[in-house]
């Protein structure tokens, strides 16, 4: 199978792209150090050219309300060139929950970039993935300040980019969805609660303070960002990972 990969030279895609071409097929990477802008449309027919399938991975350079622009740009780019490349299957990675924090513009952003997806010519998989285990260094420098962490006590259910790569490959190579799948981490914390657990598996002595006002996920009401019953989870366990990776 022939396969492009958008964002093909990130963290998730280059991933994606050496198993799939371990699994034997031809998976291409497109990003701007390729010569693919998907904001222009730059080198995006060519990228396409032979593609049965394409997997977009790639990700709005802010998480502001100027994310909105990026999606609604790069999803009409990208639909286009598939459709005239006779693309079979478009697939885009998401986020759990993603529908349900509108109070967030980088949420509304994804929302909106699945809506594009669903309206378009192309048959189309959505892979909605929970938060990153890789993330957490960046969810803990938000709000340090001193000897203490401040985060809220939103629940969430990380999940390995290990285990993303393998969600978006098993979804990419089989027959489009039609619709969403969603694939979490196998448990749940609270934000707090696993702040706490990553900086006693670093032998950070900083403290967390629970804070529900404090950072991105104070926005999040409820449970919203941890999988249904519906969801496939992934079997690395993050008090696994942080001891393996420390």
């Known amino acids: 199978m022939q396969l492009t990969v958008l964002g093909g030279t990130g963290r998730i895609g280059s991933q994606v792209v050496r198993k799939l071409t371990a699994a034997g097929h031809e998976a291409v990477p497109a990003a701007m150090s390729t010569g693919v802008d998907l904001i222009t449309g730059k080198g995006l027919d060519q990228a396409l050219e032979g593609a049965e399938v394409v997997i977009d991975l790639a990700n709005s350079p802010t998480f502001d309300e100027a994310s909105l622009d990026f999606f609604r740009t790069s999803m009409d780019n990208l639909l286009a060139a598939g ?3 006779g693309v079979r299957h478009q697939v885009v ?11 967030l513009d980088y949420y509304r952003a994804k929302t909106l970039q699945e809506e594009l997806l669903r309206q378009g010519p192309t048959p189309y998989s959505i892979v909605r993935v929970t938060q990153f285990f890789e993330f957490m260094d960046a969810v803990l420098s ?5 000897d203490t962490v401040r985060l809220p ?14 969600a978006v490959v098993e979804v990419a190579t089989g027959e489009p969805l039609l619709g969403i799948r969603n694939f ?3 448990d749940v914390f609270s934000l707090d609660e696993l702040g706490r657990l990553t900086l006693a598996a670093r032998h950070d002595d900083r403290t967390v303070v629970t804070d529900d006002t404090a950072g991105m996920f104070a926005a999040v009401t409820g449970d919203v960002l ?4 519906d969801a496939h989870l992934a079997s690395t366990h993050y008090r696994d990972w942080i001891r393996e990776a420390h």
Not at 93 to 103: E, K, R, T, Y
Not at 142 to 146: E, I, L, N, S
Request: a negative charge; hydrophobic letters at 45%; zero cysteines.
């Open 142 to 146: 938000w709000t340090a300040d001193g």
């Open 226 to 229: 941890t999988a249904g019953p």
């Open 83 to 85: 459709q005239t490349a």
């Open 184 to 186: 979490a981490g196998p």
């Open 93 to 103: 990675l998401s986020i759990v929950g993603v529908d349900q924090v509108p109070q």
């Open 153 to 166: 006590a939103t629940p969430i259910q990380p999940i390995a980019a290990a285990d993303v790569v393998d």
